[in-house]
């Protein structure tokens, strides 16, 4: 149980464009989702916190209209990169927690974004 | 300020036991996690300790202890595959999650 799916898993995509990522709980309710990024050999980083229904809350130093983030359900939450530049380029991670799950947060596979 | 200390890498030999410690600082406490990521994937689940004592499950155990604000996760009988970065996580009075640094762990032949 407790299972988290992202998609896609790899983006490239050309600067400005904007991309979208979807995070699923696959066999629990989340009424929280969490979206971090990783740049290589750093830690986590958390970017958002949003919960089911309601606006996310940002973490200082992340601009909420270049991160557009969506959780509409408790099963789906979606993370926009607007007009994407290649300092974007990232490991994206989302976590979600609630309902059966508990209070542990479950991660997603992850998805690299690689803007030329 | 919410602090959470744990060694930035540790070295051990395959079929060892290796103990990597974790103490924190935070606003209020609900519960320590350990997760494990391996390199260029994402954190996986290990444990979860919310009351004082050992939590053992198969070759991994993780112990609490609030009062000194102590964590370590102990696994045996080393592998090659438990090569990975180790994090610990504290859930403090706000439930959010307080981030380790985490310990990368090198096993060797």
């Known amino acids: 149980g407790a299972v988290v799916s992202q998609h896609p898993s790899w983006v490239i995509c050309k600067s400005g464009t904007s991309v979208k990522i979807e995070c699923r709980s696959l066999?629990?309710?989340?009424?929280?989702m969490f979206w971090y990024r990783q740049f290589p050999k750093q830690s986590l980083m958390l970017m958002a916190t949003?919960?089911?229904?309601?606006?996310?809350?940002?973490e200082q130093g992340v601009e909420k209209d270049k991160f557009l983030i969506n959780h509409a359900s408790l099963t789906l939450s979606t993370l926009t990169v607007t007009s994407a530049h290649p300092e974007d380029s990232s490991f994206y991670i989302c976590s979600a927690r609630g309902g059966d799950a508990g209070e542990t947060q479950y991660f997603g596979p992850g998805t690299r974004l690689l803007v030329l | 300020g919410q602090n959470i200390d744990q060694p930035t890498e540790m070295t051990a030999t395959e079929g060892a036991i290796v103990q990597i410690n974790c103490t924190y600082q935070t606003s209020g406490f609900n519960g320590l996690f350990w997760y494990q990521q391996h390199a260029g994937e994402a954190p996986t689940f290990l444990s979860y300790?919310?009351l004082d004592g050992l939590e053992e499950k198969g070759r991994f155990s993780s112990f609490l202890s609030r009062s000194k604000g102590y964590s370590y996760l102990l696994l045996k009988e080393l592998q090659m595959k438990d090569s990975a970065s180790y994090l610990c996580a504290v859930m403090d009075s706000n439930y959010q999650l307080i981030w380790g640094a985490g310990t990368k762990l090198i096993i060797k032949p």
């Open positions: 300790n919310v």
């Open positions: 066999d629990f309710q989340a009424t929280t």
């Open positions: 949003s919960n089911e229904g309601s606006k996310a809350t940002y």
